[in-house]
């Protein structure tokens, strides 16, 4: 089966006109009949109610489409990832990264994409709210936790701990808490999105579960200033191993009660449909799950 047949079908069934879906791909209307007629001799199937005035599926033709939609975008997908493993990759990528991670990790990564692949081009959003894919003008998003929204399309790049953390000069300072509840007494940098400030802290031990309710004197809505404070010596911050990887290897923090878990966060490449995933989305994704399995391996 023909797969321009199969594009012709789904641009005529989207505009509902035999002459602008030939148009678009550059045929004449003539060829876009006999097209057509050609797919539902193959298929033994009417796609299409035509009449002098206007097009319609009919009910075989909607179910087909759903099919032959997905088809195309799986083989464009298949199509990006050759290319991508050809080293083909060109055009721009349009980025958001929350604050804290994008400062701090994986810019360098995207510099260093940029120099291996010079037809490349990035524009670059930095910031903790959820990114609107059509009003923000983003293809991609690299964020914590999975999307609710089942139509977009999300890749796993990596799972990473949460981690409650401080400076040596903090510690020194004002002691080091041995167990969860000994927060209470200190002084917790706290983060905010939105309305909800992150105050409530989660470790667990033996099965047991242990939720803190903590509280501090600086409180902000970005994660990457929060990380700051904690490194200079302001308090204790309960943050993304991945985030504060480079102070933890650096001891410039120190990571507080080893004995005990927290709940993981999942990070996730995200694009609102399989029309971004192109050879530069497929490289990006290969990149951050290989860096971010580098990093994690060494804190």
């Not at 007629?37 to 005035?53: A, G, N």
């Not at 009910?59 to 050759?82: H, K, Q, V």
């Not at 167990?179 to 047991?208: A, M």
């Not at 970005?222 to 010596?233: M, N």
Request: a neutral charge.
């Amino acid at each position: 089966m023909n797969t321009s047949d199969l594009t012709l079908f789904v641009r005529t069934a989207d505009s509902g006109n035999i002459t602008r879906a030939a148009t678009k791909l550059g045929i004449s209307p003539a060829s876009a009949s006999a097209a057509l007629k050609r797919l539902e001799k193959q298929l033994e199937t009417t796609l299409f109610v035509r009449s002098t005035r206007q097009l319609r599926l009919t009910a075989e033709g909607e179910g087909f489409l759903l099919y032959c939609r997905n088809a195309l975008d799986t083989l464009d997908e298949g199509i990006a990832s050759l290319s991508a493993m050809k080293g083909k990759v060109a055009g721009e990528i349009r980025f958001a990264v929350s604050s804290d991670l994008g400062r701090n990790i994986v810019l360098p990564w995207l510099d260093e994409t940029l120099e291996q692949h010079p037809e490349l081009s990035l524009n670059l959003s930095l910031s903790d709210t959820l990114s609107d894919f059509y009003l923000d003008r983003v293809d991609l998003a690299l964020r914590y936790g999975e999307p609710e929204d089942s139509n977009l399309v999300a890749f796993h790049i990596a799972t990473v701990d949460r981690v409650a953390f401080a400076s040596p000069h903090y510690l020194a300072r004002y002691g080091t808490p041995v167990h969860p509840d000994q927060l209470q007494k200190h002084n917790c940098l706290l983060y905010r999105i939105g309305n909800r400030t992150y105050n409530s802290w989660v470790f667990s031990q033996r099965g047991e579960r242990i939720k803190v309710q903590v509280g501090g004197n600086r409180e902000s809505n970005d994660a990457d200033i929060v990380r700051r404070w904690a490194v200079s010596g302001h308090g204790i911050a309960y943050k993304s191993s991945l985030d504060i990887s480079t102070e933890l290897r650096e001891g410039r923090v120190i990571k507080l009660f080893p004995d005990f878990e927290t709940p993981p966060l999942n990070v996730w490449l995200i694009c609102p449909g399989r029309k971004q995933i192109t050879p530069a989305t497929l490289l990006l994704r290969e990149l951050l799950r290989e860096k971010c399995a580098q990093v994690l391996a060494d804190i």
